[in-house]
């Protein structure tokens, strides 16, 4: 059975650092293009970031370059978003996901394998 389970969402204040972990079951994150997505309050699931099976990343949301980084943990089977200079438009539920798919993957349609999300709000 395929389950991601998030962690790691909380309350900071704008210039501080979280790190959101995704423990996946049911396969090995290494096997699968993996990916964070965001969605603020009232507004659309959007990607932000990718991590292919290669390891290679892709940024999708070009507002956290260079303060966040995808990662993985083959040997715990969990996938990593480490987010740094936290910006109050940084807050929403953050996804992780499991890709069907090797093409448009900063698109949720290439997604069939989610987690539940984890809340990260980020105060001024």
């Known amino acids: 059975q395929v389950q991601l389970v998030e962690s790691g969402g909380s309350s900071v204040q704008a210039g501080g650092s979280l790190r959101l972990s995704c423990a996946v079951s049911?396969?090995?994150?290494?096997?699968?293009?993996m990916a964070w997505f965001r969605q603020g309050p009232g507004k659309e699931r959007n990607g932000v970031a990718v991590l292919l099976r290669d390891g290679r990343s892709i940024v999708c949301a070009a507002s956290v370059k260079g303060r966040f980084t995808i990662s993985r943990d083959n040997a715990k089977n969990s996938l990593y978003l480490q987010m740094d200079s936290l910006k109050p438009e940084d807050t929403a539920t953050y996804y992780c996901?499991?890709?069907?798919?090797?093409?448009?993957?900063?698109?949720?349609?290439?997604?069939?394998?989610w987690g539940q999300g984890t809340q990260v709000t980020v105060s001024s």
């Open positions: 996901a499991a890709a069907m798919i090797d093409s448009n993957l900063c698109g949720t349609a290439s997604y069939n394998y």
């Open positions: 049911g396969f090995t994150v290494s096997s699968k293009h």
